[in-house]
T-cell receptor, first 110, second 116 residues
């Protein structure tokens, strides 16, 4: 069954603006990861946040985790055209498999 | 360093035919995973190899799907006979460590399978 659910499903913003995507999950986790997929390419790992962390930064990315609400957010600041992609959250399931949401499609308009 | 490579990138077949997808993981990565994304839906786990052994195949949809990893290097995923609902993008991923919840996966570009 689906563990992570991202919202919005699609997001279109102007270049330079900030983009925020959210992810909700159902069961307790050890960590949560965010991946990016550019069109026609593979998934690329962006950032991992552990269950005992509340916020993490990597370059223009900021991830928050609220385990009480079973939710996470990914903020991309000062968006660029190259940020156009689909973004997925993934949580750890049983036997170390990842459980994924349906993704948020982000479009950065020039 | 070469990344995870998948072949073919696209495959269009008719219902009832057989298709074999191949994945070459990053050299030295013992863990190999297959995932699938059906159009617009979430990515779903299919199975996990540790070297040549199937560690977890709980996500395989049915016995029309057969995965192998002979010699613990590359892996193949065969669908026989293919059905319309098998259409989607099949991703392969590899990782170095096993038994870790924080392992980072390296993904291939995927195989877009279309069953007509």
């Amino acid at each position: 069954s689906q563990q992570g659910e991202e919202d919005p499903q699609a997001l279109s913003i102007q270049e330079g603006e900030n983009a925020t995507m959210n992810c909700s999950y159902k069961t307790s986790i050890n960590n949560l990861q965010w991946y990016r997929q550019n069109s026609g390419r593979g998934l690329v790992h962006l950032i991992l946040i552990r269950s005992n962390e509340r916020e993490k930064h990597s370059g223009r990315l900021r991830v928050t985790l609220d385990t009480s609400k079973k939710s996470s957010s990914l903020l991309i600041t000062a968006s660029r055209a190259a940020d156009t992609a689909s973004y997925f959250c993934a949580t750890d399931g049983s036997n170390y498999q990842l459980i994924w949401g349906a993704g948020t499609k982000l479009i950065i308009k020039p | 360093e070469a990344g995870v490579t998948q072949f073919p990138s696209h495959s269009v077949i008719e219902k009832g035919q057989t298709v074999t997808l191949r994945c070459d993981p990053i050299s030295g990565h013992d863990n190999l995973y297959w995932y699938r994304r059906v159009m617009g839906k979430e990515i779903k786990f299919l199975l996990h190899f540790v070297k040549e052994s199937k560690q977890d195949e709980s996500g395989m949809p049915n016995n029309r799907f057969l995965a192998e990893r002979t010699g613990g290097t590359y892996s193949t995923l065969k669908v026989q006979p293919a059905e319309l609902e098998d259409s989607g993008v099949y991703f392969c991923a590899s990782s170095q460590m096993s038994g870790r919840y924080d392992e980072k996966l390296f993904f291939g570009s995927g195989t877009q399978l279309s069953v007509l």
